[in-house]
């Protein structure tokens, strides 16, 4: 939400939990309203009458399973008013250990807002789990992104030469920008690539462009972070790097449509 505010789009903010912490730092208490209020809540945007002025819908982290057809009767609520407004689900369900939410959050994703989406920015093992399969190269990730069913794909920690980690842009072409793997990377640098990604489409950037926006800017505040050995991504501190990060990354095309 920080990162598109901070490039100038308006955000409706709709919280599907509340944790003390990153879950990547271990348990913590939960806060979590009910469904009949989420539900409640996802209406009452459905039908606000500024609804035509919404641009985008980028759904993540999912508190519980059943809030996915909330998500899913926003999207659709959206696109009758705006065709045009995009749709992007990060499915944030998993890593390199496997699933770390309820398997049943990860088939509603999989089964109710995937089919919607168009744009997703799954992670290499999300992807995996996605389609059932197993890529051991780009080229397998390629596959997977394309039988999602979703015409625009951006998968993070994707394949790259040795001491470094990549990132595909999957649409009408395939593009690679990658760059080194620090050893100590923070928590959250898919969720704010995913958001980057979205605000540079917003403002009609190619796929390979906003993707090389992105990783620009994520890779910044990767290198600031542990410039100052911070634990977390330092988003007040970097945010200067949202829109014009120094960094330059290489974007090449490693595949047609």
């Known amino acids: 939400m920080f990162a598109l505010e901070r490039l100038g789009f308006p955000v409706w ?28 809540f996802v209406d009452d945007l459905a039908g606000a009458p500024w609804l035509s002025e919404v641009g985008a819908v980028f759904s993540g982290y999912l508190g519980a399973a059943e809030q996915a057809g909330a998500v899913a009767r926003l999207v659709s ?3 009758a008013r705006k065709p045009a407004a995009l749709y992007l689900c990060d499915p944030v369900i998993g890593d390199g250990g496997g699933l770390f939410l ?11 807002l995937l089919p919607a989406a168009d744009i997703a920015t799954p992670n290499r093992h999300e992807l995996g789990w996605l389609t059932g399969s197993a890529p051991r190269d780009n080229a397998g990730l390629v ?3 394309r039988s999602l069913g979703v015409g625009e794909v951006a998968v993070t920690s994707a394949f790259a030469d040795t001491g470094e980690i990549g990132n595909l842009a999957v649409a009408g072409g395939v593009h690679l920008a990658s760059h080194l793997l620090l050893a100590r990377a923070p928590h959250g640098a898919g969720d ?3 958001a980057l990604y979205l605000g540079a489409r917003l403002v009609a950037l190619s796929p390979e462009a906003a993707l090389e926006r992105a990783v ?17 991504l330092p988003l007040a501190a970097g945010q200067h790097l949202f829109a014009a990060a120094p960094e330059r990354i290489a974007v090449s095309e490693i595949g047609k449509g």
């Open 13 to 40: 903010f709709v919280p599907t939990v509340q944790l003390s912490w990153h879950p990547g730092h271990g348990p913590s208490t939960r806060l979590a309203t009910t469904q009949a209020a989420f539900d409640g």
């Open 77 to 79: 609520a959206v696109k």
């Open 102 to 112: 309820p398997e049943a959050v990860a088939i509603a994703v999989r089964d109710q």
């Open 143 to 145: 596959a997977a992104a």
């Open 192 to 194: 704010l690539l995913a």
């Open 216 to 232: 620009r800017a994520v890779y910044g505040l990767l290198k600031l972070a542990e410039a100052t050995g911070a634990d977390e």
